[in-house]
């Protein structure tokens, strides 16, 4: 088992270079050059002779600053914090350090770090809660597979899963914000509300989070539940639940201990992966509810061509999914013992 993981880890860096790479010399592609804008502004701003020459020191100066002079593969080196900048030390992402907003002014690693709390905080609420019905709904539904209970299931999961996020979220707005009034309809805080207590502040928070997480809920139903059913039913027709019911042994035993264990491989891949997509954050509810969220984050900073805040996200996505790959591989193992993972 430890070489094994050995080797993945090895494989992951590998991949981690060459992904980190691909991506810094795509967006370094665009027509976009951060110290000619600073230095540009500057030289507007200057009232004495020689405006060229102003210009031409201070875009030197900039690009020094940020690390963009010499080669893309000088830069690519700089960025990682493999290679010296040129008024010497190491200071890149391998570092911990992920540069400065050109947006914001200020480092990138401070700025995601409240999004990041809120969209952790968010996701694992929904996620928590969209398990905690859409598991118990499939198992229900594979065991009355065909029943009017299964069939109103099936139309409902499959109209929901149907209908795009943002539909559900307007419609939901609508429903319990203009015409019920019993949520606002967007924002993570009352105003004024800093001066509150601690526990009063908590709850104000939930209270404008309670219809994001209600529609991001609702938004994972559908197909979370017609998976679980799938899964399941493919379990109890295996020969091995024929085996256990001829013996037999109470249904829930047959259903909770024998089906469900053969129907958890496919669910597991499903689980840890929706798990490892609240790093990413929701994007479109963010958006919508004006939440300060990690995906809301990363759509400001493309559209205003922050491309330090960019590329820390993306790399952070990055080393999420290759570790999230090992980790599946490793519990597909304690899952189901026939599965071996030190080959």
């Not at 480092?107 to 859409?134: D, H, Q, R, S, W």
């Not at 496919?266 to 963010?286: A, D, H, K, Q, R």
Request: proline share 3%.
């Amino acid at each position: 088992m430890g070489k094994y993981i050995l080797k993945r880890i090895a494989y992951i860096v590998l991949v981690f270079f060459i992904l980190s790479f691909l991506i810094f010399m795509i967006y370094n592609m665009l027509p976009i050059d951060k110290a000619a804008q600073v230095a540009t502004e500057e030289a507007k701003a200057y009232k004495g002779p020689n405006p060229k020459e102003y210009y031409e020191e201070r875009y030197e100066y900039w690009q020094k600053r940020y690390g963009t002079d010499g080669t893309k593969f000088e830069r690519y080196l700089r960025w990682l914090g493999l290679m010296k900048l040129t008024d010497g030390g190491y200071n890149g992402i391998l570092q911990g350090n992920f540069g400065e907003s050109t947006q914001q002014g200020k480092p990138v690693a401070e700025m995601i770090v409240e999004p990041m709390k809120n969209t952790i905080f968010i996701n694992i609420f929904a996620t928590i809660l969209a398990l905690g019905i859409t598991i118990p709904l499939g198992i229900f539904c594979a065991v009355k597979r065909g029943s009017k209970r299964d069939v109103g299931v099936q139309v409902g999961t499959l109209i929901g899963y149907s209908i795009p996020t943002f539909i559900i979220a307007i419609v939901f707005i609508w429903l319990f914000s203009i015409i019920l009034g019993w949520f606002p309809v967007s924002g993570m805080q009352t105003a004024g509300s800093l001066e509150w207590s601690a526990s009063a502040q908590f709850w104000d928070r939930m209270y404008h989070l309670a219809l994001p997480l209600i529609v991001m809920t609702f938004c994972s139903l559908g197909g979370m539940t017609r998976f679980v059913r799938a899964s399941m039913i493919e379990a109890l027709s295996m020969d091995c639940i024929r085996t256990a019911r001829a013996k037999g042994l109470r249904e829930k035993v047959v259903i909770y201990s024998h089906a469900w264990r053969n129907a958890l491989l496919p669910i597991t891949t499903l689980i840890i992966g929706w798990f490892l997509g609240i790093f990413s954050g929701s994007l479109m509810i963010e958006n919508i509810f004006a939440l300060n969220g990690i995906g809301r984050t990363y759509n400001m900073a493309l559209m205003a061509n922050d491309n330090e805040v960019v590329l820390a996200l993306q790399m952070f996505y990055i080393t999420i999914a290759l570790f999230g790959n090992l980790l599946i591989d490793l519990v597909y193992g304690l899952v189901d013992p026939r599965v071996r993972v030190n080959k």
